[in-house]
């Protein structure tokens, strides 16, 4: 068996960075949901696009969000995970939309209209590892070079 290993903050907010996909949980009136998203870090905070009627987008806003990224090495028992918690809110800001343009604006990959920009300021980072002497970056299969 592998040992657990909590990450750094500093290592958590660099594997949050190298990502592109992860998911978002978050509480509804009919209970809780996991959502899929394509995402982008822009400063301190993570920055998904979704259309205003979905779930994300209808009961997202102003509420405390879960992201969490991972990878997993089935073969070789080990893996890795990242959560972040914060409140999402939506920008609507010209110059903010700006800035996550020029810097890093997420791209979707399902079809239709992802026209509002969900914001996920983290307020708490944490993450963990399974497994040691392994390189957690080069270990991903898709990765963002930054």
């Known amino acids: 068996m592998n040992e657990a290993i909590d990450l750094t903050r500093a290592e958590c907010?660099?594997?949050?960075?190298?990502?592109?996909?992860g998911r978002i949980a978050l509480s509804a009136p009919d209970g809780p949901h996991i959502v899929p998203v394509n995402y982008s870090v822009v400063d301190d905070a993570i920055i998904v696009r979704t259309s205003p009627y979905s779930v994300l987008g209808t009961y997202g806003r102003d509420s405390v969000l879960a992201f969490e990224v991972d990878q997993f090495d089935h073969e070789r028992q080990r893996g890795w995970s990242v959560v972040a918690r914060g409140?999402?809110?939506v920008v609507n800001d010209p110059e903010e939309l700006e800035h996550i343009r020029a810097t890093w604006e997420p791209q979707p990959w399902?079809?239709?209209a992802r026209t509002l920009h969900v914001r996920l300021r983290w307020s708490e980072i944490t993450g963990r590892r399974i497994g040691s002497s392994w390189d957690l970056d080069h270990a991903l299969p898709v990765r963002r070079t930054l």
Not at 13 to 21: C, F, S, V
């Open 13 to 21: 907010e660099h594997l949050l960075r190298t990502g592109i996909g």
């Open 87 to 89: 409140r999402g809110e």
């Open 110 to 112: 399902a079809a239709g």
